[in-house]
């Protein structure tokens, strides 16, 4: 049976029917992507190559011992100056103890030495009232010596009591000034024999508050590795803590994506743990000094010519408002959407050479100086009698 002329004309009608609405729907979306890609979609960068970073402060231990106790564990919130871990204090007492007393003994020893310029300096007064007495004596026989009164025997006497006088004075003096250059220009309390003294005191109990290990930073702890009874040394990590209130984003661009990025410009960020439902907002604050592979412990080497191009990454740090942190707390490690708008190019691609590090301070530090330095004031006084020189 055969088809009539007219229905394919009536098919092709149909066919133009649904498909010129279907080109005009895909050519007005085309037009609009255009537009939205020239007045906004041209002025943002994205990449999931971002993660979570942060200060990873290390505690350690600056003096040797056994771990008594210890009172921080994985995952407890801790705030500056919390006692962490308890070492054996034993040893840097007994050390302290030494140290207190050697200072006392320095302190009374270089009394002594004043004491002795003021008996050295009676000496010498003495000796000299020796030395005239004598003089008087050989002038006395001398004047006599004419008229048989006294023999020449008597007249050798007086001059070698006045030789032995002279030898005396001459004595006393050397070990006046001796004694003198021990003690010129100082006091008892600032003697260098006292001051290193007091340095060994200083040095004892700051060994000995130290054997009390507490927080320098508010923070999270992490990655315990401390075990009661351990001896540990000087430098080794026991645990870490992280503040978690001053993480940032560390965003991998690529090298085509970074030509008009600027410090300053704003960023918009997801984070996995929390879905696109919650939004960070943020800077950029720096860019890295070079890509992954630059500092890579074995870098890759051009020279032979024997290469494959590859479109390398350069990290981009991203500053998060603290309050938006403190509402939805992010760990280092997480993975990170972000997205750069670069309308703004008023930044500058380096920081600023005065731009001041935003690194955390520790809020524990020595302040057991002061404490030390009262103790060896105290032991001073304590051993320093009568009027001070």
Known sequence: MSQSPAEPTATTSRRRRVLLPLIGVLLLAGVAGAIWWFFEGRWHETTDDAYVAGDVVQITPQVAGTVLAIHA????????????????????????DQAEAALGQAVREVRTLYTTNSSLAAVVAQREADLAKARDDLTRRQALA????????????????????????ATARDQMLSNAALTDGTTVESHPNVARAAARVEEAFLALRRTSIAAPIGGQVAKRGVQVGTRV?????????????RVWVDANFKEIQLRQMRIGQPVSLTADLYGSRVQYSGRIVGLGAGTGAAFALLPAQNATGNWIKI??????????????????????????????????????????SDARSQAPRTATADDGQEAARQTIRR????NLSGPRH
């Open 73 to 96: 564990d994985d995952t407890d919130v801790v705030k500056a100056g919390t006692p962490l871990v308890d070492l054996d204090p034993a040893d840097a007492r007994v050390a302290l």
């Open 146 to 169: 004419g008229t048989g009164a006294v023999s020449g025997e008597e007249i050798e006497h007086a001059r070698t009591g006045v030789q032995a006088a002279e030898a005396a004075l």
């Open 233 to 245: 040394a000087p430098g080794q990590p026991l645990m870490a803590i992280v503040p978690l209130d």
């Open 311 to 352: 479109v390398q990454r350069l990290p981009v740090r991203i500053a998060i408002e603290a309050g938006q942190l403190a509402e939805h707390p992010l760990r280092v490690g997480l993975s990170m959407q972000v997205d750069v708008d670069v309308h703004e190019q008023d930044g500058n691609q380096l920081t600023a």
């Open 379 to 382: 032991i001073i006084a304590a």
